[in-house]
RNA sequence: CGGGGCGUAGCUCAGUUGGUUUAGAGCGCUGCCUUGACAGGGCAGAGGUCAUUGGUUCGAAUCCAAUCGUCUCGACCA
């Protein structure tokens, strides 16, 4: 045995059985009779490498998986990674502006080529990391959402949905991301409050010699005003209705107009219309027929060619126009004001809000039936909470802006023809023909067509996921398809409930008529133990592929599991992960301990072994029936927990302790192999969450075949008959009389060496019979026997109501502190009594309450008077 | 501003439709213990007016209301 070190060394280890696992398919997965278990991965950002959020919910991923293979069904996981088209394109734009090319002086074509090269080189490094972890993904299954036929699935759908009607293309307020140029749908807006200032500006008066004072937070923005708009009631500006007044630097005159959207205490009652830049404003500007001026180049930059202001960054500008206005006397004053302002969530640049023609996808048709499954629990969200939040936001819908003007991406479908016209056509010639269809005069040629500019969301590919990873749309009949869809479980984390998950069921019962999966489980939010959320900017999270050089893969998940209660954040500490790596390293030393011990087929198996291992066998299934409930309500760290403290506590401190042989003895033959199948049963439990040092005892346990490999093994079933031996209560009884006779020693401090005798007395002697031996061995007792009345000058202590004595020299010191000890176990049930009485002495309660409990409230008395009667004797005969 | 969640031991959390001892776990903390599987260990111990206030009830950590604190989602007040 001393070849195997006492520390379990996780690296080669992991290596060695990811490996083997991999090598010999034990991941793959193809159609059968047997039952699926399917789940496909939420793609990771194509650019991402491995963060905290990830480890946490690739873990359960893995958990569920690995349980589902051991319990014998077909477990399918399919990985794969997302295109990011602004994520990607940035990059990628970066990387070529330091090789000095400008996106702007190389084609789409010509760009494109650079980003796949890209995509080639860093793109499947996540996909290397979640390997690290021991995620059991069927590898040959991997998609990415740019592949041929995940991208043709995209195309079609958009044409499908244009032809229902149900893609539109418009001009519409939408969010700018400046930096990225590009529009972004409305839950890429992360809205921060932040701290503004709002400036004071007075309009001269057209004709009169009198201004009117408007408040904007955003002064550069009146280049492009259209109107000055009043309360109707408002008295203080009445008379203004209907004249003009004249806007700053550009010479223009707009009319004052009156609406009930104004808040006449909000700044001076008097606000700027900017129909070009802001959403309220529109509304506006369309309800009065205003005109809109667009003074925003793509970049951010001023549009305003008649101004000096052309040209210039919209901050630049705003601070420019601020000391001209002050200049002039028409900045009457400023405020600090408190406001939230939309920032990009890829780019971090702030949104302008700014029309523009955008492709549209209508959300309110197809939103309804995917609400109702998820209220009818067809689609189970877990924990329940999230559903009245997915209600609140399928009920309030807007429509998806589905256009992004990128190049990385699938390229819209939609073909425009020079005299105006628009078709949607899977290739140009295609759309060709549609054009020509009802043409009877000049037909037009490919020459007179061009093709959108721009791409599609990536959420528009990632919606199809379910589908497309089967390859559900072009060949909706395949083997794969019709096996593994519907899903069953998706992990995920709530930030993307919308983004993703409610919009994969909607493409789920509109293109497959399906849900597609059953269960949505969400994790919570990694967080620093100081409650942050872990981001690079604030440099608070831990390089996870670090924490598995350090920790080992296994103590990291476990780490992770234990402290991640369903839905709620947790907490990350490394102290955690260190937890993960202990326990590990205590089963790895259980294993070293029995794998260490000789046999001797000589040798009978002593009673107490026998009572010991059936009481093992009994908690072993208790504890299979726990876990077995807690997976069933996916309360994986209470799984966890049960098997760390069954394992830890059960079979390490006491099942162990209690057939472990003396130092350089023999044990029996069936002793040792009951100990062997114990640790069987052990790893396999625990094999789901932590796969490797499981798989390691386990082939170290037995010679094993390949088919035997730990990965494939039965998973334990509950067995009831295990449990009918009614060991436990009795165990407690025993394990509590150890405690006391330790405790004992401690408080006297007298070695663990020095072996006692005790006395017990008490009614009902077939409760101790079974745990005698296993009492004698753990607690070092010489010998117990039964009395009836309690010996001179000894130690007492109460298990349940029976009396135990330890004989010992008693000086009047000892004396004294045993008298202090049992007068305070008096004051203590006196006090428990009194509450009882209290119930007990209520006629209300005693007419009200359920007959069972009053009798347990009666049985309660009972024993506590009993037990003080006990103690009262005890006394008595101390003072004697 | 609106919706939702959460406040139980130093920390992270359990506590099942109100009653099983005067509330539990893991970690941490304190004391003691090392030739003997493991100091990444063993044994023992301390530690909580269940956020606050009121209500319903024979009985409340549990149900209701308000308040405070905290997190989260949503929103058009310039």
Same mark, same amino acid.
């Given at each position: 045995?001393?070849?195997?070190?006492?520390?379990?060394?996780?690296?080669?280890?992991?290596?060695?059985?990811?490996?083997?696992?991999?090598?010999?398919?034990?991941?793959?997965?193809?159609?059968?009779?047997?039952?699926?278990?399917?789940?496909?991965?939420?793609?990771?950002?194509?650019?991402?490498?491995?963060?905290?959020?990830?480890?946490?919910?690739?873990?359960?991923?893995?958990?569920?998986?690995?349980?589902?293979?051991?319990?014998?069904?077909?477990?399918?996981?399919?990985?794969?990674?997302?295109?990011?088209?602004?994520?990607?394109?940035?990059?990628?734009?970066?990387?070529?502006?330091?090789?000095?090319?400008?996106?702007?002086?190389?084609?789409?074509?010509?760009?494109?080529?650079?980003?796949?090269?890209? !995509?080639?080189?860093?793109?499947?490094?996540?996909?290397?990391?979640?390997?690290?972890?021991?995620?059991?993904?069927?590898?040959?299954?991997?998609?990415?959402?740019?592949?041929?036929?995940?991208?043709?699935?995209?195309?079609?759908?958009?044409?499908?949905?244009?032809?229902?009607?149900?893609?539109?293309?418009? =001009?519409?307020?939408?969010?700018?991301?400046?930096?990225?140029? *590009?529009?972004?749908?409305?839950?890429?807006?992360?809205?921060?409050?932040?701290?503004?200032?709002?400036?004071?500006?007075?309009?001269? +008066?057209?004709?009169?010699?009198?201004?009117? =004072?408007?408040?904007?937070?955003?002064?550069?923005?009146?280049?492009?005003?259209?109107?000055?708009?009043?309360?109707?009631?408002?008295?203080?500006? !009445?008379?203004?209705?209907?004249?003009?007044?004249?806007?700053?630097?550009?010479?223009?005159?707009?009319?004052?107009?009156?609406?009930?959207?104004?808040?006449?205490?909000?700044?001076?009652?008097?606000? !700027?219309?900017?129909?070009?830049?802001?959403?309220?404003?529109?509304?506006?500007?369309? %309800?009065?027929?205003?005109?809109?001026?667009?003074?925003?180049?793509?970049?951010?930059?001023?549009?305003?060619?008649?101004?000096?202001?052309?040209?210039?960054?919209?901050?630049?500008?705003?601070?420019?126009?601020?000391?001209?206005?002050?200049?002039?006397?028409?900045?009457?004053?400023?405020?600090?004001? %408190?406001?939230?302002?939309?920032?990009?969530?890829?780019?971090?640049?702030?949104?302008?809000?700014?029309?523009?023609?955008?492709?549209?996808?209508?959300?309110?048709?197809?939103?309804?039936?995917?609400?109702?499954?998820?209220?009818?629990?067809?689609?189970?969200?877990?924990?329940?909470?999230?559903?009245?939040?997915?209600?609140?936001?399928?009920?309030?819908?807007?429509?998806?802006?589905?256009?992004?003007?990128?190049?990385?991406?699938?390229?819209?479908?939609?073909?425009?023809?020079?005299?105006?016209?628009?078709?949607?056509?899977?290739?140009?010639?295609?759309?060709?023909?549609?054009?020509?269809?009802?043409?009877?005069?000049?037909?037009?040629?490919?020459?007179?067509?061009?093709?959108?500019? $721009?791409?599609?969301?990536?959420?528009?590919?990632?919606?199809?996921?379910?589908?497309?990873?089967?390859?559900?749309?072009?060949?909706?009949?395949?083997?794969?398809?019709?096996?593994?869809?519907?899903?069953?479980?998706?992990?995920?984390?709530?930030?993307?409930?919308?983004?993703?998950?409610? /919009?994969?069921? +909607?493409?789920?019962?509109?293109?497959?008529?399906?849900?597609?999966?059953?269960? =949505?489980?969400?994790?919570?939010?990694?967080? $620093?133990?100081?409650?942050?959320?872990?981001?690079?900017?604030?440099?608070?999270?831990?390089?996870?592929?670090?924490?598995?050089?350090?920790?080992?893969?296994?103590?990291?998940?476990?780490?992770?599991?234990?402290?991640?209660?369903?839905?709620?954040?947790?907490?990350?500490?490394?102290?955690?992960?260190?937890?993960?790596?202990?326990?590990?390293?205590?089963?790895?030393?259980?294993?070293?301990?029995?794998?260490?011990?000789?046999?001797?087929?000589?040798?009978?198996?002593?009673?107490?072994?026998?009572?010991?291992?059936?009481?093992?066998?009994?908690?072993?299934?208790? *504890?299979?029936?726990? *876990?077995?409930?807690?997976?069933?309500?996916?309360?994986?760290?209470?799984?966890?927990? *049960?098997?760390?403290?069954?394992?830890?506590? $059960?079979?390490?401190?006491?099942?162990?302790?209690?057939? !472990?042989?003396?130092?350089?003895?023999?044990?029996?033959?069936?002793?040792?192999?009951?100990?062997?199948?114990?640790?069987?049963?052990?790893?396999?439990?625990?094999?789901?969450?932590?796969?490797?040092?499981?798989?390691?005892?386990?082939?170290?346990?037995?010679?094993?075949?390949?088919?035997?490999?730990?990965? =494939?093994?039965?998973?334990?079933?509950?067995?009831?008959?295990?449990?009918?031996?009614?060991?436990?209560?009795?165990?407690?009884?025993?394990?509590?009389?150890?405690?006391?006779?330790?405790?004992?020693?401690?408080?006297?401090?007298?070695?663990?060496?020095?072996?006692?005798?005790?006395?017990?007395?008490?009614?009902?002697?077939?409760?101790?019979?079974?745990?005698?031996?296993?009492?004698?061995?753990?607690?070092?007792?010489?010998?117990?026997?039964?009395?009836?009345?309690?010996?001179?000058?000894?130690?007492?202590?109460?298990?349940?109501?029976?009396?135990?004595?330890?004989?010992?020299?008693?000086?009047?010191?000892?004396?004294?502190?045993?008298?202090?000890?049992?007068?305070?176990?008096?004051?203590?049930?006196?006090?428990?009594?009194?509450?009882?009485?209290?119930?007990?002495?209520?006629? /209300?309660?005693?007419?009200?309450?359920?007959?069972?409990?009053?009798?347990?409230?009666?049985?309660?008395?009972?024993?506590?008077?009993?037990?003080?009667?006990?103690?009262?004797?005890?006394?008595?005969?101390?003072?004697?």
């Amino acid at each position: 045995m001393t070849e195997i070190s006492s520390k379990f060394s996780p690296q080669e280890v992991e290596q060695k059985w990811y490996q083997h696992w991999m090598q010999n398919g034990f991941f793959d997965s193809n159609p059968d009779g047997r039952e699926p278990y399917t789940i496909v991965i939420p793609p990771p950002n194509v650019t991402g490498v491995l963060h905290m959020g990830h480890m946490l919910n690739n873990t359960i991923q893995d958990v569920l998986i690995r349980r589902a293979r051991m319990q014998g069904k077909n477990a399918c996981w399919v990985p794969g990674t997302d295109h990011a088209s602004i994520a990607t394109e940035a990059k990628v734009v970066a990387m070529l502006k330091e090789k000095g090319i400008e996106k702007s002086s190389i084609s789409r074509e010509e760009f494109l080529a650079h980003a796949w090269e890209w !995509k080639e080189k860093y793109g499947g490094i996540i996909l290397e990391q979640l390997k690290k972890l021991g995620a059991s993904c069927d590898w040959r299954r991997t998609k990415f959402t740019m592949d041929p036929k995940l991208s043709d699935a995209v195309i079609d759908t958009f044409i499908q949905l244009y032809n229902k009607g149900l893609i539109y293309r418009g =001009v519409r307020m939408v969010n700018w991301d400046p930096k990225g140029m *590009t529009a972004v749908s409305d839950e890429e807006v992360i809205h921060r409050e932040v701290q503004s200032k709002l400036y004071f500006i007075a309009y001269e +008066i057209e004709g009169e010699n009198s201004k009117v =004072v408007i408040a904007t937070t955003r002064p550069e923005t009146l280049l492009g005003d259209t109107a000055v708009c009043v309360h109707p009631e408002d008295v203080r500006y !009445k008379s203004l209705v209907g004249k003009r007044c004249i806007i700053p630097f550009t010479g223009r005159t707009v009319p004052i107009i009156q609406d009930e959207y104004v808040d006449k205490e909000f700044g001076t009652g008097c606000l !700027k219309v900017t129909p070009a830049h802001d959403v309220n404003d529109y509304l506006l500007g369309q %309800k009065h027929n205003l005109e809109t001026i667009d003074i925003l180049f793509d970049n951010g930059h001023i549009n305003s060619p008649a101004t000096p202001y052309h040209d210039l960054d919209g901050i630049v500008a705003r601070k420019r126009i601020v000391k001209d206005l002050e200049a002039l006397g028409q900045l009457v004053k400023v405020e600090d004001i %408190k406001n939230k302002v939309g920032y990009s969530e890829r780019t971090d640049a702030v949104i302008e809000p700014k029309l523009s023609m955008q492709w549209f996808c209508d959300m309110e048709k197809m939103s309804k039936p995917a609400l109702d499954v998820v209220l009818e629990n067809k689609v189970k969200l877990v924990p329940e909470k999230f559903k009245n939040t997915y209600k609140h936001w399928m009920e309030n819908v807007h429509d998806w802006c589905v256009s992004r003007q990128l190049w990385w991406g699938q390229r819209i479908p939609a073909w425009y023809s020079t005299d105006g016209r628009i078709v949607v056509a899977k290739t140009d010639v295609e759309a060709l023909a549609l054009f020509n269809q009802n043409e009877s005069q000049s037909a037009i040629t490919l020459a007179d067509i061009r093709q959108d500019e $721009d791409v599609l969301d990536t959420w528009f590919s990632s919606w199809l996921w379910p589908i497309s990873v089967f390859d559900g749309f072009e060949n909706p009949d395949n083997a794969d398809i019709k096996y593994y869809y519907p899903t069953q479980d998706l992990v995920t984390a709530p930030e993307i409930l919308f983004f993703w998950v409610a /919009r994969m069921i +909607i493409a789920g019962i509109e293109f497959k008529h399906e849900i597609p999966f059953s269960t =949505v489980y969400l994790t919570g939010i990694v967080r $620093d133990k100081l409650g942050r959320k872990m981001s690079k900017s604030l440099g608070n999270s831990p390089d996870p592929l670090d924490l598995i050089q350090q920790f080992g893969a296994d103590g990291v998940r476990m780490g992770m599991l234990l402290c991640s209660p369903a839905g709620n954040d947790i907490l990350f500490d490394e102290s955690q992960v260190e937890q993960g790596r202990n326990f590990a390293n205590k089963l790895w030393n259980a294993f070293r301990l029995v794998k260490g011990w000789q046999v001797d087929d000589q040798l009978e198996q002593p009673s107490l072994n026998l009572t010991a291992s059936n009481w093992i066998q009994e908690k072993l299934h208790i *504890t299979i029936a726990t *876990t077995e409930k807690y997976y069933s309500e996916y309360r994986l760290s209470d799984a966890m927990m *049960t098997l760390y403290k069954f394992i830890w506590d $059960d079979c390490c401190s006491w099942y162990l302790e209690m057939i !472990k042989p003396v130092y350089g003895s023999p044990i029996d033959r069936k002793s040792y192999q009951e100990a062997i199948g114990m640790l069987e049963n052990i790893v396999k439990l625990l094999h789901p969450i932590m796969p490797f040092i499981t798989e390691e005892i386990w082939q170290a346990l037995g010679t094993r075949t390949l088919a035997e490999s730990l990965i =494939v093994a039965e998973y334990p079933k509950y067995d009831e008959k295990k449990v009918a031996t009614a060991l436990s209560s009795k165990a407690e009884m025993a394990f509590g009389i150890i405690a006391e006779v330790r405790n004992l020693r401690s408080k006297r401090g007298m070695s663990p060496k020095e072996a006692l005798n005790l006395m017990i007395k008490t009614g009902s002697k077939e409760n101790y019979g079974d745990f005698l031996e296993v009492m004698k061995k753990l607690g070092n007792l010489t010998a117990i026997e039964f009395v009836e009345t309690a010996p001179p000058s000894s130690v007492s202590f109460l298990i349940e109501k029976d009396e135990c004595f330890v004989p010992l020299e008693m000086n009047d010191q000892d004396a004294a502190a045993e008298k202090q000890r049992i007068k305070e176990e008096m004051e203590y049930l006196e006090g428990f009594m009194k509450s009882v009485q209290t119930k007990l002495g209520n006629e /209300r309660f005693v007419a009200n309450a359920k007959p069972e409990i009053v009798e347990n409230e009666r049985k309660k008395m009972a024993d506590a008077e009993s037990k003080l009667n006990t103690l009262r004797d005890s006394l008595t005969k101390l003072n004697g």
